[in-house]
C-alpha cells in the first residue's frame, strides 16, 4: 500500500491522497520525500494544472512523525524544519494552484501543509491547530510564518501558545479557509473551485501567485514594481491577446498558457 497515492483527472487536475490511516496521516521523512519528487514533477509535467491535497480516514493530516521528532537535537531539528518547509515552499511557488481538501484533523505540520497550498477547503469534520507547544517545541515548518500572515498574529499567538484545535466554522470565520463543506462533497467542492480558477489563463495564474507571494513581504514601492514587472510579461503573451479578443467578440476565451 502506497503511503501517498496520486491520481491525475481529465482537468489536469492531481489529486494527492495521504494513505497512513493509521498514522492519522502523519509526516514522516519517507513522506517528505515523497512530496518533493511529486512537487517537483508536478511543476515540469505540462498536463498538471492543479494539485488538490486530501487525506484518508479521519485526519488529513495529524503532524510530524512524533518518533522522528523525538530523535531531534539542536542540530538534527534544524535539518528537520528546514528540510520540510523547502518542501511545502516547493508547493508554495510551483506556478499551478494547489488546494488542501481538508477531511479531518489538520494538527501541527498538517495544517502547516494546508497553508502552504494555495486554496483550503475544510469539511465540516475538520480541525484545525497547531499543538507543537505541548510537546515543548514550536510549529517548524512554516506555522509561526504563514498561520500569521493568514489570520493575523493575535489569532495565531492564540493557536501556537495554548495548543488548542478550532473547527471548520471558526476557521472559515477567521479566513484560514475558503468555505466549508459536507465531507461526502469535499473533493467535488474542491475539483469544482479548481476548474472556476483552471478556466483563467495559465501564465497569469503564475504571475499572480508570484506577485502575490513575493509583494507581501515588499515594501509598497517595491511591491508595486513587482506587479508591473508580472504586468508587463503576460502583456507579452498570445494569452493576452485571445483573452483581450474573445472580450471585444463576446465569447469565451481559450487559453494555450503561451
Known amino acids: 500500500m502506497s503511503i501517498i497515492e496520486?491520481?491525475?483527472?481529465?482537468?489536469?487536475?492531481m489529486t494527492i491522497t495521504f494513505n497512513r490511516p493509521?498514522?492519522?496521516?502523519?509526516?514522516?521523512?519517507e513522506v517528505l520525500d515523497q512530496l518533493a519528487v511529486l512537487f517537483s514533477s508536478a511543476k515540469d509535467r505540462s498536463?498538471?494544472?492543479?494539485?488538490?491535497?486530501?487525506?484518508?480516514?479521519?485526519a488529513f493530516c495529524a503532524g510530524a512523525d512524533i518518533h522522528r521528532l523525538a530523535a531531534c537535537d539542536a542540530s538534527t531539528g534544524y535539518e528537520f524544519a528546514c528540510f520540510g518547509q523547502r518542501v511545502f515552499r516547493q508547493l508554495e511557488t510551483m506556478g499551478k494552484p494547489s488546494l488542501a481538501a481538508v477531511?479531518?484533523?489538520?494538527?501541527?505540520?498538517?495544517c502547516e501543509l494546508a497553508m502552504s497550498a494555495t486554496f483550503r477547503i475544510a469539511s465540516t469534520t475538520a480541525q484545525f491547530g497547531q499543538p507543537e507547544v505541548k510537546l515543548g517545541v514550536i510549529p517548524g515548518y512554516g506555522g509561526t510564518?504563514?498561520?500569521?500572515?493568514?489570520?493575523?498574529?493575535?489569532?495565531?499567538?492564540?493557536?501556537?501558545l495554548t495548543g488548542r484545535f478550532i473547527d471548520a466554522q471558526t476557521a472559515l470565520n477567521w479566513g484560514l479557509v475558503t468555505s466549508v463543506v459536507s465531507l461526502d462533497?469535499?473533493?467535488?467542492?474542491?475539483?469544482t473551485f479548481l476548474k472556476q480558477v483552471l478556466c483563467m489563463a495559465p501564465l497569469a495564474i503564475a504571475s499572480?501567485?508570484?506577485?502575490?507571494?513575493?509583494?507581501?513581504?515588499?515594501?509598497l514601492t517595491d511591491a508595486l514594481h513587482?506587479?508591473?514587472?508580472?504586468?508587463?510579461?503576460?502583456?507579452?503573451?498570445?494569452?493576452?491577446?485571445?483573452?483581450?479578443?474573445?472580450?471585444?467578440e463576446k465569447r469565451n476565451a481559450v487559453f494555450q498558457g503561451k
Do not use: H, P, W
Not at 508570484?210 to 515594501?219: N, P
Open 6 to 13: 496520486q491520481q491525475l483527472d481529465n482537468d489536469g487536475i
Open 22 to 29: 493509521d498514522k492519522l496521516n502523519a509526516i514522516s521523512s
Open 47 to 58: 498536463d498538471v494544472k492543479a494539485l488538490l491535497l486530501t487525506g484518508n480516514g479521519k
Open 103 to 110: 477531511n479531518g484533523f489538520a494538527f501541527g505540520g498538517g
Open 145 to 160: 510564518q504563514r498561520l500569521a500572515r493568514l489570520v493575523g498574529k493575535g489569532r495565531a499567538l492564540d493557536l501556537c
Open 185 to 191: 462533497t469535499l473533493l467535488l467542492e474542491s475539483k
Open 208 to 219: 499572480t501567485m508570484e506577485a502575490i507571494d513575493y509583494g507581501y513581504d515588499m515594501s
Open 226 to 248: 513587482l506587479e508591473a514587472v508580472q504586468f508587463a510579461r503576460v502583456c507579452a503573451t498570445q494569452d493576452k491577446k485571445e483573452g483581450v479578443a474573445a472580450f471585444l
